[in-house]
């Protein structure tokens, strides 16, 4: 059984150690590992992670399984990149689900989770970038009912990577 739930700040420590794991594994192997680890050591600090998890603004959206994290999902309102006009959006910043996970239905329930959570905040688009060599990601988007709307630039480390702008209304 999957449990959807909100992450709080005392989550910190497992959030941010998931995060890590998931970001390596998705995109340490094609990446410079300076680049991943400077990334990492950013995004994934345990006191990073619980400032997003205690700010008014953020929502940290956890998929549980037998106890463990399986997938999470980080909300935040707000525009989107300039030249794309979207109808009271929000953004989906990361949504990783574990690789022992994978295609056992908890991608598909976080991502209805986060639709939840955005229309309740008031949102009537998702939006949220991936990178353009993410091809399972991708594909996944997609069959949730994203479109890609054009590119934007996005820096791990030291290296200029170009993400792919998806969007989503939520009718």
């Not at 709080?8 to 680890?37: S, Y």
């Not at 994290?69 to 929000?90: K, T, Y």
Request: proline residues 4%; hydrophobic residues 55%.
């Amino acid at each position: 059984m999957i449990e959807l739930r909100r992450a709080v700040p005392a989550d910190a420590a497992a959030v941010a150690a998931f995060g890590e794991a998931a970001f390596r594994a998705a995109f340490g192997a094609a990446n410079e590992p300076a680049d991943v680890e400077a990334h990492a050591a950013r995004v994934y600090a345990v006191e990073a992670v619980r400032a997003e998890l205690g700010a008014s603004d953020l929502v940290c959206l956890l998929a549980v399984v037998d106890g463990g994290i399986a997938g999470s999902a980080l909300l935040a309102p707000g525009s989107a990149p300039a030249g794309v006009e979207l109808d009271a959006p929000a953004e989906i910043r990361r949504f990783y689900v574990g690789a022992p996970h994978h295609g056992r239905g908890v991608a598909q329930a976080l991502m209805a989770g986060a639709a939840d959570a955005a229309r309740a905040a008031g949102a009537r688009t998702l939006w949220l970038t991936t990178w353009e060599r993410a091809a399972q990601a991708r594909r996944f988007y997609a069959k949730s009912g994203f479109r890609d709307v054009g590119s934007v630039e996005f820096i791990l480390g030291h290296s200029v990577q170009t993400d792919r702008l998806l969007v989503r209304p939520l009718a």
